[in-house]
């Protein structure tokens, strides 16, 4: 293996490339910003214990998947999956629900890790923005919640997702309907790891895609039917706020979700021009997690969109995002007095807002002049002595090829005018 090798799974952002990662994240973290959450950064690990009793022992996430590990000093520890278990985590850690102001709304970016078979759109190392609502039920949240997704993915201008909607139930009536499905699925030709996870978590059978389970599945006892009053009406309320918003989507009654801790609400984003890995967000309400981790009763919703499903989605879908050029003039300096004057001004355009790059390593005109065409640049500087014994420098319009000469002291005011 050579040293130059990123680990299986993983890959690097690079530029130009990073700059659409940087925009896509920026974009889904818009409309949160605009609605009342708060940043919220958690590390990168946490004690294996809280993503086992979090997102739930019989999950695969859990069992195959995550990166635990032993620390020297005898710590327990584990690469975060997800970031639901962290973020509450914290958030009851630092008494956030205490505050007299509920739901605790916010938002975070980050890196996860999961020991999964890597394909195109699945990696071990891949990137979520995600929100958490902590401390409120209320339909009107998860609406909310789903209304800012779709919200961001149209102003990124994605149109071929659909949104997947289902309920869960919650304590009152899932474990009648699991007792109820169970009983079906042991009247099946099951193998020995199916039955185990009947024993567990029966509705994750329900997802299986193999043919020879999948025709064994029909007239199953769907959820739909078993769903409480209470569970019923919470979940008319968030597909009426949905609809009055305008906001499309499907009901899916098999939508199961991959995590132990949802209840009620869950939903997923799915994009059709993506192949097998095709969720490219998802997320729900976990009105139990809280008591699950050792805190109270704080009911939540929230979701996780993935960065690197959400840039190949934008691929498939052919749309190219407008990221202007991190570079707005370049400096090209010819001779010794140029590289010190050039050099200052850079500094003063740089400190003017303005986005500003040098030709450095001492270039000859024709290679410096590449350079400023590959930056993207609108305009040039360029200097020689004799401009400097003039007081000047060159303003190259680098799309016009028209070049004028100005004061320096007035180089600022003409670059941002040229600049428009
Ligand atoms: P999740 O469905 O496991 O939910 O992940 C959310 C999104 O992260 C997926 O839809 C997908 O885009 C991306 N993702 C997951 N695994 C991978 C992978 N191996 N490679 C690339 N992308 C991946 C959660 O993580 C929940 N914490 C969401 C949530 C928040 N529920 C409530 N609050």
């Given amino acids: ?22 925009t896509v994240r920026e974009a889904i973290s818009a409309p949160l910003r605009n609605s009342g959450y708060g940043y919220i950064e958690t590390p990168g690990f ?23 590990f032993e620390t020297k000093g005898g710590d327990r520890l584990a690469l975060r999956p997800e970031g639901t278990a962290s973020v509450l985590r914290a958030a009851l850690e630092a008494n956030l629900h205490k505050g007299g ?30 929100a958490e609502a902590i401390g409120a039920e209320d339909p009107a949240l998860d609406a909310e919640l789903i209304i800012l997704a779709d919200q961001a993915y149209r102003s990124l201008g994605l149109r071929n997702f659909r949104i997947l909607l289902n309920s869960l139930g919650d304590k009152e009536c899932r474990p009648v309907y699991r007792a109820a499905l169970q009983d079906f699925l ?28 999948r025709k064994q599945l029909t007239g199953a006892p769907a959820l739909g039917d078993y769903l409480c009053e209470a569970c019923k009406a919470y979940h008319e309320q968030v597909r009426e706020l949905l609809t009055a918003a305008g906001v499309a989507f499907e009901n899916d009654a098999n939508l199961v979700r991959g995590l132990d801790y949802y209840t009620r609400t869950t939903f997923e984003f799915v994009h059709d021009g993506l192949g097998s890995q095709s969720a490219v967000g998802g997320g729900g309400r ?4 809280s008591e699950m981790i050792g805190g109270p ?16 989605a934008l691929e498939a879908e052919g749309v190219t995002l407008d990221i202007p050029a991190a570079t707005a003039v370049y400096a090209v300096p010819l001779g010794e007095e140029a590289r010190r004057v050039l050099f200052a001004q850079v500094t003063v355009l740089r400190k003017a807002g303005i986005a500003t790059d040098f030709a450095f390593g001492g270039k000859g005109l024709k290679n410096a002049m590449k350079s400023a065409n ?11 002595e004799r401009d400097l014994a003039e007081g000047v420098v060159q303003l190259k319009n680098l799309e016009s090829g028209e070049q004028t000469a100005v004061p320096l002291d007035a180089v600022v005011d003409e670059v941002r005018r040229t600049l428009g």
């Avoid at 993983?10 to 659409?20: F, G, M, N, V």
């Avoid at 042991?186 to 193999?210: A, F, H, Q």
């Avoid at 976990?286 to 997690?289: A, C, I, R, T, V």
């Avoid at 009763?297 to 690197?308: I, M, T």
């Fill in 1 to 22: 293996m050579s040293t130059f090798q990123a680990p299986k799974g993983t890959y690097d952002l690079l530029p130009p490339h990073s700059a659409t990662y940087l």
């Fill in 46 to 68: 946490e004690n294996v214990e809280l993503f086992a009793r979090g997102v739930g022992e019989s999950t695969d996430i859990v069992t195959k998947e995550m990166y635990a």
């Fill in 101 to 130: 102001n509920l739901p605790v709304k916010l938002w975070y970016s980050g890196s996860y890790y999961r020991y999964e078979r890597p394909q195109k759109g699945r990696y071990r190392h891949f990137s979520q923005v995600g």
């Fill in 186 to 213: 042991r009247g099946l030709d099951l193998d020995d790891d199916t039955r185990r996870r009947v024993d567990i978590n029966p509705l994750r059978v329900l997802d299986d895609k193999r043919e020879s389970v």
């Fill in 286 to 289: 976990y009105d139990g997690l």
């Fill in 297 to 312: 009763a704080l009911p939540s919703v929230g979701w996780a969109l993935g960065v690197d499903r959400t840039v190949l």
């Fill in 374 to 384: 590959r930056s993207g640049a609108r305009l040039a500087l360029v200097a020689g």
